[in-house]
């Protein structure tokens, strides 16, 4: 009996966990435009070379920590830089990586966070609409509904704006690409961003040195405290990365698809509360039919995925 009762029991401090680091994760994502606004003087291209740069310098302490605890890190990164495949799709997912982070670091210093959440926001809508173009899944009707509502919501949206919201639409199809091209990879988490990492190190370095040799860098002329502003960008990066790789061993996806919305929801609330960026009416219109779209999203997502558990007399999947 102790077989069958143990793992009932043992996984909910796990579970909890992994919520906590999944909110941990998703919080810290939310709350960054404090952080880069700081930066505001170094510029979105200067700011995302140091972010790199940093980014690699605390990823190496991070995969030396694995190697000494659990035998992998390092090991692992050789396997996969040996793999043509998978370091392709890692220097692809690299470039897009740098276009999500250059242009919500531009946002934000560009008065535009309500547009960079807009992005967060619409990220899972395009992720199902590149499931269809690029993967050729067949979309069930009501998911077909939630991505007609995100078509909606660009227009409203763009007649609000005046222009099409490039910046939101940006960032949404970056980093679902971006999430596809991972899955593709097949590569550990922490350790695929420590190649990510690694790949961008050289150009951003070498940007960082032009900068500094033409007179034009920020990082020795603006005193120690922006210097560490820049070097914290690293740390600011990979904490919510190793926070959500340690939530999505514990908890299921439908969990970790919940809690992604607490990034957007933060970044709106600072862009409308703390940096009173205009909401216009069509503004409003528009996030609310994207609202909409996500709950028809979510909800047909859970109901179809209980429908697909009971139909099948099995258990809930364990976390991944």
């Known amino acids: 009996m102790s077989t069958v009762v143990e793992p009932r029991l043992e996984p909910y401090p796990e579970y909890q966990r992994g919520v906590l680091l999944g909110a941990v994760a998703y919080g810290l994502w939310g709350v960054f435009p404090l952080f880069w606004t700081l930066l505001g003087s170094a510029g979105a291209v200067e700011t995302l070379a140091h972010r790199m740069v940093w980014s690699l310098v605390v990823m190496v302490g991070v995969l030396w920590f694995l190697g000494r605890r659990r035998g992998t890190g390092f090991s692992t990164v050789r396997q996969v830089l040996a793999n043509r495949r998978r370091l392709g799709l890692l220097s692809l997912a690299t470039v897009l990586i740098a276009l999500n982070w250059g242009g919500y670091i531009w946002g934000v210093n560009h008065g535009r966070v309500v547009e960079t959440a807009l992005g967060y926001f619409t ?4 992720a199902v609409l590149i ?8 979309l069930r009707a009501w998911q077909w509904v939630a991505v007609a509502l995100g078509v909606v919501a660009v227009v409203v949206l763009a007649i609000g704006y005046g222009e099409v919201p490039w910046l939101a639409l940006l960032l949404a199809f970056s980093f679902s690409i971006y999430s596809l091209v991972k899955k593709l990879a097949d590569v550990p988490a922490v350790e695929s961003v420590g190649i990510e990492a690694g790949l961008s190190f050289l150009p951003a370095l ?4 032009y900068l500094e040799i033409s007179g034009s860098g920020t990082y020795f002329s603006l005193g120690v405290g922006h210097a560490l502003l820049l070097m914290a960008g690293g740390v600011v990066s990979t904490l919510p990365l190793l926070a959500f790789g340690g939530a ?3 908890i299921p996806l439908s969990m970790i698809g919940l809690l992604q919305y607490l990034a957007p929801v933060l970044q709106f609330a600072f862009g409308v509360l703390v940096f009173h960026e205009a909401m216009p009416p069509e ?3 528009g996030f609310a039919i994207v609202w909409l779209g996500l709950v028809v999203l979510t909800v047909e997502g859970m109901r179809h995925a209980r429908t697909s558990r009971t139909s099948a007399g099995t258990a809930p999947a364990q976390p991944l």
Do not use: C
């Not at 990220?123 to 395009?126: F, I, Q, S, W």
């Open 123 to 126: 990220g899972p809508l395009v």
């Open 131 to 138: 499931g269809v173009l690029l993967l050729g899944e067949r």
């Open 206 to 209: 070498a940007y960082i040195s």
């Open 248 to 250: 999505v061993v514990r």
């Open 283 to 285: 503004r409003w219109l």
